[in-house]
Structure formats: structure tokens, C-alpha cells
């Protein structure tokens, strides 16, 4: 079965609002989570990492929040645009053969 | 830089027909990856190389998927003979070192 799992299915925000989303993950061995976006007919686009050791990065409008007590991740969007909807996957690292393991998905739907 | 190339980009066959999918990787990654997105699902791993080797390939259902890696660059993955439920993207991934891998548009196979 999956460890990694998305809280909802679906989000749809307005333009110019904050996103966030959620991501559970079970394996504690895990020590590399990486989010990223997909558009219709395209493959998966890196958006930002975050390693186990750290509990906060900062991208480009992206922050990646990792909590480890709760194993949860998130991730957040400033100030979102139309171009930002898309389907958003967290993926996870646990084995040194640097597959990822996808979670199913959180549908991203910004409305002007 | 080019990206990963994959073709076709559409497929459709019948079920019990053979199918082959071709990958061209980014110059000079040493990782490739596919993987198997069926719809409305985060994308799963079929096989690792790491330069024409198989570093995993545990998820591979061996008896119909085969692929290939001739002389560490381009890739091809094969279904022979193909199930209704083979209909997916087909997602080609590379990467330079570490976690970070970089996808192709993917190719999409209907079975029917």
C-alpha cells in the first residue's frame, strides 16, 4: 500500500489567495520529500525539496513545511495565480535507490 | 538544456497486442526511470537504471513488461501481451545525481 497520502482530492481557491496542501506520509525512515506539480498532458514539474533534517524551506512563492512528529507535509503557495492550477503530488525518498514514492494527488483549481 | 524525450506520445492497441514506449534521457544523466500513472493516481515506479544497470525493478510485472537500457542512454519498455488494465501514461524520468528527476510528457496507452 501507499505511505503517502493527500488530505483532500481537490482545492479551489481565488486568485491572489494563499494555497496550502497537505500531505501525510507513514514511513519514518523517510528522509527526502520533494513536491511536484502536474498540468493536463504534462509530466510531473519539480517544484522545491525538503530534506528530513530541515523543517522549513522557501522557494519562489513555495514554502515546503515538514512536521515529523505528525509525519506531515505541506505546501504552501503565495499569492496564487491562474497558471498554478494543476494537480500537486508529494513524493518520498526512503531507500538509497532515489526512486520516489507519489502520492495520489491534490487537484488545484484557482477561480478569478 | 532539452528535456526527456518520449514518443510516441499516444498509443492505442488492443488487448493481447505488444506495444513499445522509447525514452531519450537528459544528456548525461545517469538514472533513468519509469513509470506507470494510471488516472487519477500519482505515478508509480516501474524500474531504475543507473547507466544500463537495473537498480530496481521489484514493481515491474515481469511477465509482460520488459525494458531495457542499451549503452546507458536511451531506454525502451515494452508490454507484450497488453491487459486492459496497462491503459495509463507511461512517464520516462531522469536524473544527474541525488533525488531531483526530471520528466517527460509521457506516453499514453489505451488498451481496448
Known amino acids: 500500500g501507499e505511505s503517502v497520502g493527500l488530505h483532500l482530492p481537490t482545492l479551489s481557491v481565488q486568485e491572489g489567495d494563499n494555497s496550502i496542501i497537505n500531505c501525510a506520509y507513514s514511513?519514518?525512515?523517510?528522509?527526502?520529500f520533494i513536491w511536484y506539480k502536474q498540468e493536463s498532458g504534462k509530466g510531473p514539474q519539480f517544484i522545491i525539496d525538503?530534506?528530513?533534517?530541515?523543517d522549513k524551506r522557501q522557494g519562489q512563492r513555495v514554502t515546503v513545511l515538514l512536521n515529523k512528529t505528525v509525519k506531515h507535509l505541506s505546501l504552501q503557495i503565495a499569492a496564487t495565480q491562474p497558471g498554478d492550477s494543476a494537480v500537486y503530488f508529494c513524493?518520498?525518498?526512503?531507500?538509497?535507490?532515489?526512486?520516489?514514492?507519489f502520492g495520489k494527488g491534490t487537484s488545484l483549481l484557482v477561480t478569478p | 538544456e532539452a528535456g526527456v524525450a518520449q514518443s510516441p506520445r499516444y498509443k492505442i492497441i488492443e488487448k493481447r497486442q505488444s506495444v513499445a514506449f522509447w525514452c531519450n534521457p537528459i544528456?548525461?544523466?545517469?538514472?533513468l526511470y519509469w513509470y506507470q500513472q494510471i488516472l487519477g493516481q500519482g505515478p508509480k515506479l516501474l524500474i531504475q537504471?543507473?547507466?544500463?544497470?537495473?537498480?530496481?525493478d521489484s514493481q515491474l510485472p515481469k511477465d509482460r513488461f520488459s525494458a531495457e537500457r542499451l549503452k546507458g542512454v536511451d531506454s525502451t519498455l515494452k508490454i507484450q501481451p497488453a491487459k486492459l488494465e496497462d491503459s495509463a501514461v507511461y512517464l520516462c524520468?531522469?536524473?544527474?545525481?541525488?533525488?531531483?528527476?526530471?520528466f517527460g510528457q509521457g506516453t499514453r496507452l489505451t488498451v481496448v
Open positions: 524520468a531522469s536524473s544527474l545525481a541525488g533525488w531531483e528527476a526530471f
Open positions: 514511513n519514518s525512515a523517510s528522509d527526502y
Open positions: 525538503i530534506r528530513s533534517n530541515m
Open positions: 513524493a518520498e525518498n526512503w531507500d538509497s535507490g532515489y526512486a520516489l514514492n
Open positions: 544528456s548525461g544523466h545517469a538514472t
Open positions: 537504471f543507473q547507466n544500463n544497470g537495473v537498480v530496481d
